[in-house]
């Protein structure tokens, strides 16, 4: 089905893009991946051809683009297996925290270099015993005359090691009642004293993505660098959860439609009793049924992009999405690997790492189970 959501200079965008990962990006992949990182120029590189938060506004380096030039950015690294560079992370998640929430100085002072690729960023909410429940989050953020004293672990952060700005999550207030109105979100810069990256994190799939633990021990960050209102960063989060699960909804249904496209073509090439294995009946119904997940997926995401361009309240049905097309990815990624027999288990073959790289899907950015549990409150349930 063809898709009616984007127009010409989109689609010119996307073949520029293309060509970007190309040359800038597939060749070298393999190689980021035994190291365990990118290399920063990837992200400086990124940032001259336009490819870093295109929704900016002109006077903090932007072009002031609409939302569908990153989904066409999201889109097209999930089809070129591009996982090290988390380029949507940095451009639709972390820095729109700055955009929405940053004082006017703020935004003059880091922006510009979000978008040219010379600042990476990071957010920092997990901890070791704090995961989905931010309120149970144990990193403190005390003031002390013009200063906060930062005080914590982070764990799971990606960019982490990479991150030039880290947005950390802290308690300013500890006693709090109730304790989401005493967090608070506060910038800290890299060489900072006190604020340290731990090991970079060795993970089952994503491998050439950094993801680190971060700690903070008596970190002194100046009181310029809260961001919005003391107390305010639960509702923060809160605010930026929808386009959060959108861009994994968005990621995740390329990253489907790639491998469903490519086990289809393996399906037919692949002989087993003197014919293409897609000549088997259970292989041909159960293709047709991932296929019609797929188009679901397809449809259901592209509605809730025009939707949530509308500046529509779509967060339960963005959990939906989130919760529903990784899942679905899941499955897609463990029906097309089976057909692939032994050579699935085999890591020369793609499938086998989109296997791998699909299991994160469901857990992080909110577990299907949390996704489940915003999904029940919005229904009033």
């Known amino acids: ?10 689609e010119q965008f996307r073949d520029a893009l293309r060509r970007f990962i190309a040359s800038e990006i597939t060749p070298f992949h393999a190689e980021w991946e035994k190291r365990q990182i990118v290399p920063r120029a990837v992200w400086e590189k990124a940032g001259d051809n336009g490819f870093l938060c295109p929704w900016m506004p002109e006077e903090y380096g932007g072009v002031g683009a609409d939302f569908l030039y990153s989904v066409c950015i999201i889109e097209e690294m999930a089809k070129a297996r591009a996982t090290g560079p988390m380029y949507s992370l940095h451009s639709d998640i972390v820095v729109p925290y700055l955009y929405s929430f940053g004082s006017e100085e703020q935004k003059k002072r880091w922006l510009p270099g979000c978008t040219s690729g010379r600042l990476i960023t990071a957010i920092a909410m997990t901890e070791p015993n704090a995961g989905s429940d931010l309120q149970g989050i144990q990193t ?5 005359g013009d200063n906060y004293v930062i005080n914590g672990q982070k764990t799971f952060i990606s960019n982490g090691q990479l991150c030039d700005l880290v947005i950390v999550v802290a308690k300013t207030n500890p006693d709090a009642d109730p304790p989401y109105t005493g967090v ?48 305010g960063g639960f509702y923060y989060l809160m605010q930026k959860l929808q386009q959060e699960r959108l861009v994994c909804a968005i990621g995740a249904q390329a990253a489907a439609e790639l491998v469903l496209s490519d086990g289809v073509r393996y399906c037919q090439e692949r002989k087993a009793f003197g014919r293409p294995i897609s000549k088997l009946q259970h292989i041909q119904f159960r293709l047709a049924e991932i296929a019609t997940e797929v188009e679901l997926g397809r449809n259901f995401v592209d509605r809730l992009i025009v939707e949530h361009m509308a500046e529509r309240n ?35 073959y793609p499938i086998a790492r989109d296997y791998l790289d699909a299991r994160i899907q469901t857990i992080y950015a909110g577990t299907t189970e949390i996704m489940k549990v915003i999904i029940a409150k919005q229904m009033g349930l």
């Open 1 to 10: 089905m063809d898709r009616t959501i984007f127009r010409q200079e989109h």
């Open 140 to 144: 403190t953020a005390r003031r002390v």
């Open 314 to 348: 779509i967060v339960k049905e963005t959990s939906m999405a989130k919760y529903w097309v990784t899942e679905m990815l899941k499955r897609t990624c463990d029906e097309i690997l089976q057909f692939h027999g032994g050579y699935g288990y085999m890591m020369e």
């Open 184 to 231: 608070s979100l506060i910038v800290v810069e890299a060489g900072t004293p006190g604020f340290e990256r731990g090991r970079n994190l060795e993970k089952m799939g994503l491998k050439a993505q950094d993801t680190s633990e971060l700690h903070f021990s008596d970190c002194v960050v100046p009181k310029e660098n809260l961001l919005g209102e003391e107390g």
